[in-house]
C-alpha cells in the first residue's frame, strides 16, 4: 500500500540505496550464474573424461585380449592347414603308387608294343615320319581323335593359311583369292600327294600292321586312363595308410575348439566381471574430486538461489515503494541524484516539481 511522503530528502536517499542495492544484487546472481555455468561444464568435462577413459581402457583391454587368442588360433590354422597339406600330398602320392602298380602291366604292354612297331618300321625300312600320330591322322586315320587332327589340318592349310595371306596381302580382289587358294591347293596338295607316294604306297601293308599294334596301344591307354579315373574317384582313402595324418588333424581340430572355447569364456568373463571392474578403479581415482566439484556446485547453487530470491524480493520493493512515485524513467543512481539536488536546494518543493524541471533540463 503507497504510503505518504513526509521526507522527500530521506525518500530519494532510501530510493536510490534500494536501487544500488538491487543492481548489486543483479550483479552478484549474474556473476553467481557465470560460476555455475562454467563449474557445471567442468564439472561434465571431469565425468565425460571418466567416461571416455573407461571406454578406451576397456575397449584396449578387449581387444588385447581378442588379439591374443587370434594370434593363438591363428598358429592353430596353420598348423592344421599344413597338416591337411601333408595329408593330402601323402594321398596323391598314394594314388599315384597304386595308379603305377594297377597299370603296371599295361604300360609294360605298351613298351613292348612300342618296340615292336618299332621294330617292324626297321625291318621294313619304314621312314621315322611315318610312326608318328600325326602321319596316322592324315593318312591312316581310324578313330575319333585322329579325325579331329585331320579336320583341324585341313581347316589350318586351306582356310587359315590363304585367307590369312589374301589379307595380309592388302588386294582386296576377287582374282587375287583365287589365285592364292590355287597356290595353297597346289602346294599343300602336291605335298601331299608326294608325302602318300613316298611313304604310304611303298609301305602299306607295314603301316596297317602298325595300326594294328597301334590299336592295341592306344586300347591300353584306355584302360589306363579309367583305372586312373576310377581310382582318383575312390572315396576308400583306407588303403593309404593315412591315420596318423587323421590323428594329427583330429587333436589340432580338437586343440583348436578348446581354444576357440576359451576365447569365448575369457571375453565373456570380460564383459560380465573384469569390465566393471576397471570402470570402478577410474571412477574411484576421479570420484573425490568429482564429489568436491559438485559439492561445491550445491553450494554455488544455493547461494545463486538466496541471491535471486533477495534481489526478486528488492526488485518487487523498488516497484511498490518507489516507482508508484517517480516510475522508472527516474529509478536511477544519477537521476535520483538529479532529484535529491532539486529538493536539497529548495528549487523543487516536491517530486513532481522536481521531475518537471529535470525534464525541462534536457
Known sequence: MVQPITDYAEFLRDAKADVLRMAQLTEQEEQLRQEEYQLERTVETEKRSVSDSINM????????????YD?????????????????????NQGVKERIAEETSELREENRELNLRLKTLFQQNHVPKI??????????????????????????????????????????????????????TVLIFG??????????????????RDGQIIRDQIHGNKKKIKVI???????RNEAVYDLQIFDDEISQLEQEL????????????????????????????????K????????DVLRRRLKEVETARNEKSLYVTDHYEP???????????LDMLLEKIVSGSSSNLSEAINSCREAK
Open 57 to 68: 581402457t576397456i575397449k584396449k583391454r578387449t581387444e588385447a585380449l581378442t588379439l591374443s
Open 71 to 91: 594370434q593363438e588360433i591363428g598358429k592353430g590354422q596353420e598348423r592344421l592347414k599344413k597338416a591337411r597339406a601333408k595329408r593330402e600330398k601323402a594321398k
Open 130 to 183: 611315318c610312326r608318328g600320330n600325326w602321319y596316322y591322322a592324315l593318312f591312316l586315320p581310324r578313330w575319333f581323335s585322329e579325325y579331329l587332327k585331320l579336320l583341324c589340318t585341313i581347316l589350318v592349310c586351306f582356310l587359315a593359311v590363304p585367307y590369312g595371306s589374301y589379307m595380309l596381302i592388302g588386294q582386296k580382289k576377287t582374282l587375287v583369292l583365287v589365285v592364292i587358294y590355287f597356290i
Open 190 to 207: 602336291g605335298l601331299y600327294v608326294f608325302i602318300s607316294n613316298k611313304t604310304k604306297i611303298p609301305h602299306l601293308a607295314a603301316l
Open 228 to 234: 586312373t579315373h576310377t581310382i582318383q574317384k575312390d
Open 257 to 288: 575348439a578348446v581354444t576357440a572355447g576359451k576365447k569365448k569364456d575369457a571375453l565373456n568373463t570380460f564383459e560380465t566381471v573384469t569390465k566393471n571392474i576397471i570402470a570402478d578403479e577410474i571412477t574411484n581415482n576421479s570420484k573425490e
Open 290 to 297: 568429482i564429489e568436491s566439484m559438485e559439492a561445491e556446485l
Open 325 to 335: 512515485y517517480l516510475g522508472k524513467e527516474f529509478l536511477t543512481p544519477s537521476k
